[in-house]
T-cell receptor
Framework: NAGVTQTPKFQVLKTGQSMTLQCAQD?????MSWYRQDPGMGLRLIHY???????DQGEVPNGYNVSRSTTEDFPLRLLSAAPSQTSVYFC???????????FGAGTRLSVL | SQKIEQNSEALNIQEGKTATLTCNYT??????LQWYRQDPGRGPVFLLL?????KEKRKERLKVTFDTTLKQSLFHITASQPADSATYLC???????????FGRGTSLIVHP
């Protein structure tokens, strides 16, 4: 069982470039979410999904887009990268309310 | 908005002692609180969940309490070991979703 898989592990972008962070889970979880983690700031919720076709904004959604066309995949898109988006991004999945969140290994993104 | 507050200062203790970490929340009482462990360069790993109607939960050397009067959860590690050194994160549900929002985490350092 792979669990939650994030790709790439590392990425360097120039300001204004776009990219998609991939997240896939093989546990048939309905709930998926994206967080960013910055030093001293903890994990902050960007976007989340409670099922295929359903997404909603979290605490810090600006500058990011998501879609959920399948149960397994939940990609995060940066349309025009900014240095403020330099961070470590974590994807997580779960079965529902209060259930265990399973996290991926993270994507370390630098925007120059 | 609901917030989770954790002591940002590192907690240093001697091996064998009990470590106690604090998590305070604001606004209404959450349906649950979760505790996670995060090691450097890795995603968080779930440890324990306690629901609003539970006072205490235990798992091996770990114990968590939930005090709705004080709006606080305490996380205890008894007989601490250097391998327990990590950052510990507290989480509650975000808004009306079933997705957790996290505190900034408390770093625990256990000295041999």
């Amino acid at each position: 069982n792979a669990g939650v898989t994030q790709t790439p592990k590392f990425q360097v972008l120039k300001t204004g470039q776009s990219m998609t962070l991939q997240c896939a889970q093989d546990m048939n979880h309905e709930y998926m979410s994206w967080y960013r983690q910055d030093p001293g700031m903890g994990l902050r919720l960007i976007h989340y999904s409670v099922g295929a076709g359903i997404t909603d904004q979290g605490e810090v959604p600006n500058g990011y887009n998501v879609s959920r066309s399948t149960t397994e995949d939940f990609p995060l898109r940066l349309l025009s990268a900014a240095p403020s988006q330099t961070s470590v991004y974590f994807c997580a999945s779960s079965n529902g309310q209060g259930d265990i969140q399973y996290f991926g290994a993270g994507t370390r993104l630098s925007v120059l | 908005s609901q917030k989770i507050e954790q002591n940002s200062e590192a907690l240093n203790i001697q091996e064998g002692k009990t470590a106690t970490l604090t998590c305070n929340y604001t606004n209404y009482s959450p349906a649950y609180l979760q505790w996670y462990r995060q090691d450097p360069g890795r995603g968080p790993v779930f440890l324990l969940l306690i629901r609003e109607n539970e006072k205490e939960k235990r798992k091996e050397r770990l114990k968590v309490t939930f005090d709705t009067t004080l709006k606080q959860s305490l996380f205890h590690i008894t007989a601490s070991q250097p391998a327990d050194s990590a950052t510990y994160l507290c989480a509650r549900e975000w808004g009306g979703s079933y997705i957790p929002t996290f505190g900034r985490g408390t770093s625990l350092i256990v000295h041999p």
